[in-house]
């Protein structure tokens, strides 16, 4: 099965500041790659899917690019309710995969 | 609006077998390109992809557990069902379902419920 791994692991930033969080896949997977945001005690809400698409109604200082083995999943401007943890996941026919998550908190 | 909702114990003991059960509005799981997956997440751990149905009754299982589970449905009912045997402590975590509406992302997903195995 394809492995995810995610960095880092978890970070802390200032309201405002840009935030990167990468996301490696063990083999190719194209464009198959999308990206979770869970807030403590609620499921995972889709943000960004095929790598680089906007989910409707997810603000746009959100954004995901990449392709193949390596992803970023980037938050142009980081605010308090953007307190949560992000997922990686990759689709590798008929097995889902997800990244390990980054834990993003308010410095 | 689509919304699932997962049921089932809150605890189940070492070596029974688990049996949940995913209610869904919003859509019909037999129209072409829908499935429902199951996805698990021990406490303060990663998400973990189980078992997935599609509308035409294809079933995938996760590599390492697919000795221990089925998945099925009633299209009827609109419910999807996971079992899962052979529970162990290991095995306790938050379940939840999730559609996919004809193409690889998990959207939306249910509220989640909490299953403790524990004797």
């Known amino acids: 099965d394809i492995q995810m791994t995610q960095s880092p692991s978890s970070l802390s930033a200032s309201v405002g500041d840009r935030v990167t969080i990468t996301c490696q896949a063990s083999?190719?997977?194209?464009?198959?790659l999308n990206w979770y945001q869970q807030k403590p005690g609620k499921a995972p809400k889709l943000l960004i899917y095929d790598a680089s698409n906007l989910e409707t109604g997810v603000p746009s200082r959100f954004s995901g690019s990449g392709s193949g083995t390596d992803f970023t999943f980037t938050i142009s401007s980081l605010q308090p309710e953007d307190i949560a943890t992000y997922y990686c996941q990759q689709y590798d026919n008929p097995v889902f995969t997800f990244g390990p998550g980054t834990k993003v908190d308010i410095k | 609006q689509v919304t699932l909702r997962e049921s089932g114990p809150a605890l189940v003991k070492p070596t029974q077998t688990l049996t949940l059960t995913c209610t869904f509005s919003?859509?019909?799981?037999?129209?072409?390109?829908?499935?429902v997956s199951w996805i698990r997440q021990p406490p303060g751990k990663a998400l973990e992809w189980l078992a997935r149905i599609d509308w035409d009754d294809d079933k995938y299982y996760s590599t390492s557990l697919k000795t221990r589970l089925t998945i099925s449905k009633d299209t009827s009912k609109n419910q999807v069902v996971l079992t899962m045997t052979n529970m162990d402590p290991v095995d306790t975590a938050t379940y939840y379902c999730a559609r996919m509406d004809g193409d690889y992302r998990f959207d939306p997903w249910g509220q989640g419920t909490l299953v403790t195995v524990s004797s």
């Open positions: 919003g859509f019909s799981l037999s129209t072409s390109g829908m499935c």
């Open positions: 083999q190719d997977i194209s464009n198959y």
